[in-house]
T-cell receptor
Framework: RKEVEQDPGPFNVPEGATVAFNCTYS??????FFWYRQDCRKEPKLLMS???SGNEDGRFTAQLNRASQYISLLIRDSKLSDSATYLC??????????FGKGTLLTVNP | DVKVTQSSRYLVKRTGEKVFLECVQDMDHENMFWYRQDPGLGLRLIYFSYDVKMKEKGDIPEGYSVSREKKERFSLILESASTNQTSMYLCATATPSNQPQHFGDGTRLSIL
């Protein structure tokens, strides 16, 4: 199993749709989990952290399932501006973050 | 606002050259990182540093070295550039908690 695995997509959805991304990780000792967003030809930026209890930030909801070793990101009411690559990121130990390869989302008018 | 500045957006070098990529941050962050990003492979950690003169190997350190003489500057060195080092190179900084990581704009390096 790869350290961090994501469905690469692409996901093409209409405006207003709800879309969900999943990510699995192999190291059960992983400590922290994040979603980053990367726009085309831009640097990655932190979108949100993922907490065990689940957390929400506006239209975005992140969840963690430690038993099954996966995290998810749900985007409700998709906007054109949500089009980007979404990176699942896992922090194991020794200051190392491991990035997934990313899931490409395109929101269409 | 955190500012992470990479010395070049685009760089073209020849095989065998010694290449220096510079990264400077203005937020007094302890931790600095160098990644490369390739299509289909995602972001991969080359080296990181959590203090001046300290360095740790990431997942793909072969063919690279780093230098951290001052807290604000972290340099990536390609000792003898090869074509398989053509890539997008991203520098990032963070506090000791490692989150969030603030990235520079990236350097698109081509080795001919």
């Amino acid at each position: 199993r790869k350290e961090v695995e994501q469905d690469p997509g692409p996901f093409n959805v209409p405006e207003g749709a709800t879309v969900a991304f999943n990510c699995t990780y192999s190291n059960s000792a992983s400590q922290s989990f994040f979603w980053y967003r990367q726009d085309c030809r831009k640097e990655p930026k932190l979108l949100m952290s993922v907490y065990s209890s689940g957390n929400e930030d506006g239209r975005f909801t992140a969840q963690l399932n430690r038993a099954s070793q996966y995290i998810s990101l749900l985007i409700r009411d998709s906007k054109l501006s949500d089009s980007a690559t979404y990176l699942c990121v896992v922090w194991g130990s020794n200051y190392k973050l491991t990035f997934g390869k990313g899931t490409l989302l395109t929101v269409n008018p | 606002d955190v500012k992470v500045t990479q010395s070049s957006r685009y760089l073209v070098k020849r095989t065998g050259e010694k290449v220096f990529l510079e990264c400077v941050q203005d937020m007094d962050h302890e931790n600095m990182f160098w990644y490369r990003q390739d299509p289909g492979l995602g972001l991969r950690l080359i080296y990181f540093s959590y203090d001046v003169k300290m360095k740790e190997k990431g997942d793909i350190p072969e063919g690279y070295s780093v230098s951290r003489e001052k807290k604000e500057r972290f340099s990536l060195i390609l000792e003898s550039a090869s074509t398989n080092q053509t890539s997008m190179y991203l520098c990032a900084t963070a506090t000791p908690s490692n989150q969030p990581q603030h990235f520079g704009d990236g350097t698109r390096l081509s080795i001919l």
